[in-house]
């Protein structure tokens, strides 16, 4: 059984930065694909990166060339490197092996 703990979320001004990290229990990370998802009060949830098993990644049109994916399978850790924050990527960002898990989450809040 794989379980998903983010961290890294809190409370930034517009155009700061931020980390999110994901650390993966269980069984062998390297071989999942692992996506950043997030839901702002009021809406779906959406997909924010995605990051497949051979490191191929892509982003949600609002947040490329800001956010960057990446992992560390010895450490079965995902990352999520925001920077360039706006308001509106205001939301609780989870973590998912595809297929097989989501995390809890973590609030990101973007405000002056």
């Known amino acids: 059984q794989v379980q998903l703990v983010e961290s890294g979320g809190g409370l930034v001004q517009p155009g700061g930065s931020l980390r999110l990290s994901c650390a993966a229990s269980g069984s062998i990370f390297s071989i999942y694909n692992m996506g950043w998802y997030r839901q702002a009060p009021g809406k779906q949830r959406e997909l924010v990166a995605r990051i497949t098993s051979g490191l191929k990644t892509n982003y949600a049109d609002s947040v490329k060339g800001r956010f960057t994916i990446s992992r560390d399978n010895p450490k079965r850790t995902v990352y999520l490197q925001m920077n360039s924050l706006k308001p509106e990527d205001t939301a609780v960002y989870y973590c998912?092996?595809?297929?097989?898990?989501w995390g809890k989450g973590t609030q990101v809040t973007v405000s002056s």
């Open positions: 998912n092996a595809e297929g097989i898990a």
